[in-house]
Every structure is written in C-alpha cells, then in structure tokens.
C-alpha cells in the first residue's frame, strides 16, 4: 500500500506560477512511477503529467506541455508539479499517484492521494 498527500494548492492569477508537491509512504516509492491528474467542475479526472522512478524520463499531456514541469526527489518520497503561465482551464483538483509507468499512465496509476485545489483567476 502507498499513501500519498499532497499540498500546495491554491488561489493564482492567470499568467502566475504555482508548485504543488506529494509526500509519499509506505512501500518502496521510489521503485514506482508517479504522476499528476486532475479533475475539474463537471469533468472527468485527466491525465497531467508522469515520470519514471528514476526520474529521467517524463510524459506530459498536450494541454500542459511547455508550461509545466513535473520532478521527483526520491532521497526525500516527494513529487513535485511546478505550474507556470497558468490559465483559468487549469482550474482542478490536482492529484498525485503512483504506479506502473509506462503507455498507459494516461488511464491511470494504481494509488492515488485526496489532492489538493488549483484555481486559476482571470
């Protein structure tokens, strides 16, 4: 089992810049992939980003490419989603997760945290 908790989250203005983060416990972290989806108002939850366990290969949904950037420090079990030129559409409840990575990061990984809030104002 993996838990994960995030934090961050916010309020920013468009065009601003914002960095959530993921602690993650319980079993060998490191050894797995991690990721960011998120769910806005009404929407079904989508795919953000993804990096591999070792953090030298990463995977990003179009909507975010160029604009964000997700890392990891496994010294520490912590995910890191640093968020610039933010747009009001990022508005979403940001989760982290882990699991197998690869192709199929975009349906999802295996564990999940509660996530934490991301408005963006015009």
């Known amino acids: 089992q993996v838990q994960l908790v995030e934090s961050g989250g916010g309020l920013v203005q468009a065009g601003g810049s914002l960095r959530v983060s993921c602690v993650a416990s319980?079993?060998?972290?490191?050894?797995?992939?991690m990721g960011w989806y998120r769910q806005a108002p009404g929407k079904e939850r989508e795919f953000v980003a993804a990096?591999?366990?070792?953090?030298?290969?990463?995977y990003y949904a179009d909507s975010v490419k160029g604009r964000f950037t997700i890392s990891r420090d496994n010294a520490v079990n912590t995910l890191y989603l640093q968020m610039n030129s933010l747009k009001p559409e990022d508005t979403a409840v940001y989760y982290c997760?882990?699991?197998?990575?690869?192709?199929?990061?975009?349906?999802?990984?295996?564990?999940y945290g509660k996530g934490t809030l991301v408005t963006v104002s015009s």
């Open positions: 997760a882990a699991g197998s990575y690869g192709p199929s990061v975009v349906r999802g990984m295996t564990w």
């Open positions: 319980g079993r060998t972290v490191s050894s797995y992939g």
């Open positions: 990096i591999n366990w070792s953090g030298d290969n990463s």
